[in-house]
Nanobody
Framework: QVQLVESGGGLVQAGVSLRLSCAAS????????MGWFRQAPGKDREFGAA????????SYADSVKGRFTISRDNAKNTVYLQMNNLKPEDTGVYYC?????????????????WGQGTQVTVSL
């Protein structure tokens, strides 16, 4: 089992930055690719970003590419999501997820472990 705990969400104005953190425990963190997803009210959970086990390879949804950066610190068992130039459409609950896999992917169904989520609200 892998336990994931997100933090760093909040209520912010459009244009500012926010950094989310996800602390992992339970198993060897570096064995897992990590992803960030978000879910807006009334919508399905959608892919945001993913990072390989080593941190070398990353993948982003088109909606966040150029504004969000995913990174990880395997020594601290933590994955981060740096979000810049936030927009109201970025509002939602942000979840981190883990999958024991060799390559990054965006499919929600392929991730094995999920955190409880952290709320991000972006106002005009």
């Amino acid at each position: 089992q892998v336990q994931l705990v997100e933090s760093g969400g909040g209520l912010v104005q459009a244009g500012v930055s926010l950094r989310l953190s996800c602390a992992a425990s339970g198993r060897t963190f570096s064995n897992y690719i990590m992803g960030w997803f978000r879910q807006a009210p009334g919508k399905d959970r959608e892919f945001g970003a993913a990072i390989s086990r080593s941190g070398i390879t990353t993948s982003y949804a088109d909606s966040v590419k150029g504004r969000f950066t995913i990174s990880r610190d395997n020594a601290k068992n933590t994955v981060y999501l740096q979000m810049n130039n936030l927009k109201p459409e970025d509002t939602g609950v942000y979840y981190c997820a883990a999958a024991e896999a060799a390559r990054v992917f965006s499919s929600v169904a392929r991730y094995d472990y999920w955190g409880q989520g952290t709320q991000v609200t972006v106002s005009l």
